[in-house]
């Protein structure tokens, strides 16, 4: 099941053991399952150099036939699905309830969706009296791709299946945290006829992501992390004008009206919280709860997160299920200290399971006040923040008093009043009585300090690939002398 050699270059495995060995923790009980070394400068050159070259001859495919790779990896990735998602739960610790549904399905989904239109993309026909004009959608060339630790096999697909369906080659760097699923993709885009070099995945830390950013060849850059370091490689690819997508963190708002039905407002702010173990850009981790409803909401939202089944990530009866490293969990828990000490009401959670692996307990604050930073600063763990509010002008104002703007919604069963608020929300996604669904036929993104750019839909597209404006003179040109 796991792949055999750290990279996967030019088409096939590489390994090049020079590089800085990178330890891959099972995070449920500590043990290593697998040690990948992170690339040196001659993999580095060696993904960058076979991306150049398969680029114009896999950009020379017609769209149909660059749409059918993508589909067949679709197929064969939905076929290996049990495997992929036990491969996606050792690397992550997510439970397997949730990887059998969400990563490998959504990566299909996408390579599915993008060479669905891979065939359609094309250019506009303007006419100009007698002349004419017409532009075309040219790929951009090599793009990089960086991802994030939590949705490994998610964020490689959504980015390198917009990339290859514009004509594009990749090079992916995939978080040291969790390096092996982005390998199986690039594995099974070969196995469904994709060209050397078109899909390449090299390990490493920040620093080889910096090396493929600054790379001259590099024509894109595509990041999911944090804003701090979205903030680097935005300005890194900006130094050489590089087109550049940055998918950075959030600490979304999700209001909850008086009017709302209860359970699925409590539903959406557990999903919103502590699915993957918080472990969600978009999660909405602020959760305003008007006066009236707050008593019940609190006494609903604790009997139902007492039933959290913490276990095995591997047991398909767990549903919540260790952080991703040691070193998360403790972020996490100097979250929950600082909670404390600034007076926000632990109702639920706030501890460290005691035995192997890295658990800790859904946490509810309840009080929690806008100053506070746990209602302030992204935790990426499972800490839900409960605040009061009175009105709803009240209300959008301080769901708006952040630097991110990823995500946002709104429970109420006033038809006006939900459209009238998520329009208000200064926010990339919003939902209306839902929570953080984000299917491939949505643009998907931030706004204000959660980044630039779009994936996933239509909007993609315009991400990974350039017009090209065709000027047709029909009569003699004139002068004026
Ligand atoms: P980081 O920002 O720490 O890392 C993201 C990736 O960037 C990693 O592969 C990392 O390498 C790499 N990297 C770090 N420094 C540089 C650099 N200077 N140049 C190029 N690459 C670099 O994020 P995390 O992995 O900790 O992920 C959590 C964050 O991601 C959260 O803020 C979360 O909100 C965000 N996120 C956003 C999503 C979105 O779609 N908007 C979705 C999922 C997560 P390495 O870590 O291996 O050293």
């Given amino acids: 099941m796991q792949p055999t050699a750290s990279h996967f270059v030019n088409g096939a495995y590489l390994e090049d053991t ?44 017609i769209g149909v036939e660059r749409g059918r790779i993508l589909r067949r990896a679709a197929d064969i990735i939905r076929e290996r699905n049990r495997e992929l998602s036990d491969l996606e739960t050792l690397d992550t610790g997510k439970p397997i309830q949730e990887t059998l549904v969400a990563d490998a399905t959504s990566a299909a989904d996408a390579l599915e969706y993008f060479g669905g239109i891979a065939a359609s993309l094309g250019g506009e026909h303007m006419q100009l009296g007698g002349d004419w004009a017409y532009t075309m959608r040219v790929p951009l060339g090599v ?73 001259p060849r590099t024509a894109k850059v595509s990041l999911t992390g944090s804003a701090a370091t979205g903030k680097k490689v935005y300005a890194a690819a900006a130094a050489q004008m590089k087109h550049a997508t940055m998918e950075l963190g959030g600490k979304s708002p999700l209001i909850i009206f008086d009017d709302a039905d209860l359970e699925s407002a409590v539903s959406a702010a557990i999903n919103a919280n502590f699915y993957s ?49 040691e070193e998360q969990l403790a972020i996490t828990c100097s979250y929950i200290k600082k909670g404390i000490s600034e007076g926000a009401r632990l109702v639920h959670g706030g501890n460290r399971l005691n035995q192997p692996g890295a658990y800790i307990e859904p946490t509810i604050f309840a009080d929690v006040t806008d100053d506070m930073t746990i209602a302030r600063e992204e935790i990426f763990g499972p ?32 038809l006006t009043r ?27 993104g931030g706004m204000k300090g959660s980044g630039v750019g779009r994936e996933n839909s239509m909007a993609a597209i315009g991400h990974y690939s350039q017009l090209k404006t065709v000027y047709v003179g029909m009569s003699p040109v004139e002068a004026a002398f």
């Avoid at 964020?155 to 390998?183: D, H, R, Y």
Wanted: glycine share 8%; charged share 15%; proline share 6%.
């Fill in 18 to 61: 020079a590089g800085a060995p990178i330890p891959v923790i099972f995070p449920a009980n500590g043990e290593q399952i697998a040690r990948v070394h992170a690339a040196t400068p001659a993999v580095i050159e060696a993904a960058m150099a076979s991306a150049k070259a398969a680029q114009a001859g896999w950009a020379a495919l």
């Fill in 277 to 325: 173990s918080g472990q969600i850009c978009s999660n909405g981790t602020r959760v305003f709860v008007q006066r009236g409803i707050k008593d019940a909401f609190l006494a609903r939202l604790l009997k139902r997160t007492a039933n959290a089944i913490i276990g095995d990530p591997r047991d398909e009866a767990t549903n919540f299920g260790p952080m991703v490293s």
């Fill in 383 to 414: 800490v839900m923040s409960v605040l009061d509010f009175d009105t709803e002008e009240d209300v959008l104002e301080r769901a708006n008093a952040t630097e991110f703007g990823l995500s946002g919604a709104v429970f109420t069963a006033d």
């Fill in 143 to 215: 793009c990089v791709g960086i991802g994030a630790w939590n949705y490994p096999t998610q964020i490689a697909a959504w980015k390198g299946a917009p990339a290859l369906a514009c004509g594009n080659t990749m090079v992916f760097k995939p978080s040291e945290q969790t390096p092996l699923c982005a390998l199986k993709v690039a594995e099974i885009l070969v196995e469904a006829g994709a060209p050397p070099g078109v899909f390449n995945v090299i390990q490493g830390a920040g620093l080889v992501g910096k090396a493929l950013v600054e790379d």
């Fill in 418 to 444: 939900a459209h009238r608020v998520v329009h208000a929300i200064q926010a990339g996604s919003c939902w209306i009585n839902q929570y953080n669904l984000t299917p491939v036929e949505l643009p998907f």
